[in-house]
């Protein structure tokens, strides 16, 4: 009949229930020996120690050479700052796999970073935040990113909109990914995402290819792997392109084992973060490109890593993503940012000689008030704050905020007739030291008006709005800010600020400025977008060319670090966009 019957007896099963024993030891053996990255031997009692797990997965596009740097140079910060060998592990791990190091009883994850969802969906309570990385991609803005919606080449000039893209194939990395689907359906929106038919492909760079290919017709890749791929592997994404930016979303950040805080004679974290902290401040002041920690963070589009875990806390990230899929499931789209022009090389350069103007007329101006202030009081309105400050020697001293409201100048380093503001929240003096040393550093803000708003109205409302904002910003201002001068860039209603910082770098100047100031940014997030149709906001260092001759006229040197670029023309969204310049110091 063709059936065939297997007859076992209990001496057969015996026999084979000893060998499958057996095959068990062995395979134990196998994987003491060939496993010393999770588990050791320790001294003769043979008890094993954990293991420790390192992984940095996440953006593999980045060379394995330059992951291994970056994680040798933290390990050597981490070992002198513990005074123990090997306490962040032997190095990183590339083949095993970071939900199952998170699993294992005999392992412990000491450093890694995770995607938002997965982090607070099944390891929400198996991991601590250590770290959140700034990175300098386009479509990242200090600890967000989002995703680049991408097209193939031949569908440019068909699609113009993520909308139109309903009913076709999206390529996902992972139904489980924040960037990857959900960003991708908080754009298309509920109904055109039912529309939609997903192809799976397990990773970003195979949901390019599955583009590339035409298997799919787009797909949302994280724009921190989009960047990478396309420094490190052009191939990959050539055939395709981007149509539009998705959302912010919190960055994913590095994480340890939260079952490290278990070590009661050893704060883990808090060595973990402070080694962080030390090599984003070595990277912050290098001069050198060549330096190992410049090479480092440079090969994997890092900028700065922030330790403020007490703001990115994990109840940050669930409260953040969970806002994020209640838009996916409630029909709020998010906020589509289309590719926009970006600052050319020669406007940012026009921006640079008119901030050195500004600074030397400030630096005229104040000479001038100091001798005549008397007589300038009748034809402004000044006012003094007494402030109390400590000097070095603890010893407290008077200092008075100056604020001279509008008033209107015409000067041969500014040319024409133009209202100008000044604010001096740590007093004349200091800002005029500050003016005449020999580098400074300066933070320029140009704002570009909408041609169709009524100027004249519109510069009364700019004017008072922003005035009520700064009475109560000055007094919250730290010392390192010296001086803030308004005026129009162009006349007609461009506007342009320039604060000066005493600051030994501009990159601590910026980050300095953007963190600490809630105010500062609802004026930003409320106010701008009224007034400007985009605002630029360039990070400076200047120097004095009449620094060491006596009696010379003030002239200044401004060399241009960085620039955010922000576009309020898009409706519900905005698009930022940071421009690095690599531009020779003008003469």
């Not at 420790?52 to 700052?81: I, M, T, W």
């Not at 035409?214 to 994280?222: I, L």
């Not at 007490?310 to 499931?329: E, F």
């Amino acid at each position: 009949s063709g059936r065939i019957v297997v007859s076992i007896s209990v001496d057969s099963l015996l026999f084979l229930w000893f060998v499958g024993m057996c095959s068990r030891v062995d395979i134990d053996r196998i994987i003491d020996d060939e496993d010393e990255a999770c588990v050791e031997k320790e001294g003769k009692s043979g008890r094993r120690s954990l293991g420790l797990h390192a992984e940095l997965a996440l953006y593999d596009a980045v060379p394995q050479a330059l992951l291994n740097g970056f994680f040798s140079l933290l390990k050597a910060e981490f070992e002198e700052r513990s005074g123990r060998k090997n306490s962040l592990g032997k190095g990183l791990e590339f083949n095993c796999p970071l939900d199952d190091a998170l699993e294992r009883d005999d392992c412990r994850v000491s450093f890694a970073q995770m995607c938002g969802l997965p982090l607070i969906n099944g390891y929400f309570r198996k991991v601590d935040i250590v770290a959140v990385p700034n990175y300098k991609c386009m479509g990242c803005e200090e600890n967000f990113y989002s995703s680049v919606i991408i097209i193939h080449n031949d569908d440019e000039n068909v699609i113009t909109s993520v909308e139109e893209l309903a009913g076709s194939v999206a390529a996902v990395n992972s139904n489980f990914s924040l960037s990857g689907m959900v960003l991708l359906a908080n754009a298309l929106g509920p109904q055109n995402t039912m529309q939609t038919t997903f192809l799976p492909t397990g990773a970003h760079v195979d949901s390019v290819v599955a583009v590339r290919e035409k298997r799919a017709r787009f797909a949302a890749v994280d724009c921190i792997t989009w960047h990478l791929l396309k420094q490190y592997n052009p191939d990959v994404v050539h055939g395709t392109h981007v149509l539009c930016f998705t959302e912010r979303a919190p960055v994913p950040p590095f994480v340890c084992d939260v079952r490290l805080k278990e070590q009661k004679d050893f704060d883990f974290i808090a060595t973990l973060q402070a080694s962080l902290d030390s090599m984003s401040h070595k990277f912050a002041v290098a001069s050198d490109e060549e330096d190992p920690v410049s090479i480092a963070f440079r090969g994997s589009a890092l900028k700065a890593i922030d330790t403020r875990v007490d703001v990115y806390s994990l109840q940050y990230y669930q409260d953040s993503i969970i806002h994020l899929r209640k838009k996916m499931h409630e029909g709020v789209s998010g906020a589509l940012r289309p590719p926009h022009c970006r600052l050319s090389s020669n406007v940012a350069q026009q921006h640079a000689r008119f901030m050195e103007r500004m600074a030397q007329w400030l630096h005229t101006c104040l000479l001038r008030i100091k001798k005549e202030r008397q007589s300038l009081q009748t034809q402004s309105q000044e006012q003094t704050r007494p402030q109390d400050t400590a000097e070095k020697d603890g010893t407290p001293t008077k200092k008075e905020n100056i604020v001279i409201r509008w008033f209107r100048v015409h000067d041969d380093h500014l040319g024409q007739m133009r209202d100008v503001r000044i604010d001096l929240p740590q007093g004349m003096d200091c800002a005029l030291d500050s003016l005449a040393a020999p580098t400074a550093t300066y933070i320029g803000f140009f704002g570009e008006r909408p041609k169709e708003c009524d100027l004249e109205v519109n510069d009364h409302l700019v004017s008072d709005e922003c005035w009520v904002g700064d009475e109560k910003l000055l007094p919250c201002l730290p010392t390192t800010i010296v001086g803030k001068i308004v005026t129009p860039f162009k006349l007609g209603g461009d506007f342009a600020n320039l604060v000066l910082i005493r600051a030994d770098d501009p990159i601590h100047a910026r980050s300095t400025f953007s963190h600490n100031f809630p105010l500062h940014k609802r004026l930003v997030r409320d106010v701008a977008p009224k007034y400007y149709k985009g605002v630029c906001i360039h990070t400076c260092l200047a120097k004095r060319k009449d620094h060491e001759i006596a009696d010379a006229p003030f002239r200044v040197n401004i060399t241009l670090e960085s620039t955010l670029q922000v576009d309020y023309r898009v409706q519900g969204g905005v698009t930022r966009e940071r421009i690095h310049w690599e531009v020779e110091e003008a003469e």
